[in-house]
């Protein structure tokens, strides 16, 4: 199954980045559903502003030693509706987040391939 996975690197004593367990996890769905949303993330704004995606992602924009971060972290909906937050979040830095905004159209592309071509090929 393709999956988009949104993950904190860290860096070894050779200094090689390598990936954490910390993160999160989007389906092609999901992460359609926040790339039309991503023009609508202000991280240059000073207000702190939290945005929710298909009842599953929370996205929110904080100010850590007044730098803006954006948080992604995911949750579902019990039964009594109440929200229960999947452990992992990941955290990215405003370049972080500026670098996301540039590439996100070439992440849905290959995406998009990605599931096409297990379909065809029944790769499920």
Do not use: A
């Amino acid at each position: 199954m393709v999956q988009v996975h949104i993950l904190h690197y860290k860096r070894d004593g050779n200094n090689r980045l390598f990936p954490t367990k910390r993160g999160v996890c989007l389906s092609p769905v999901l992460w359609q559903s926040f790339v039309n949303q991503i023009e609508q993330i202000n991280t240059s704004s000073s207000v702190e502003e939290t945005i929710l995606i298909k009842d599953s992602l929370m996205i929110s924009t904080v100010f850590i030693e007044n730098i803006p971060n954006t948080i992604f972290q995911r949750y579902f909906k019990k039964k009594d509706y109440s929200k229960k937050f999947v452990p992992g979040t990941c955290v990215l830095s405003e370049n972080n987040w500026l670098e996301l905004q540039r590439i996100h159209k070439k992440i849905t592309k290959s995406v998009m391939w990605l599931t096409f071509d297990c379909m065809f090929h029944n790769c499920y």
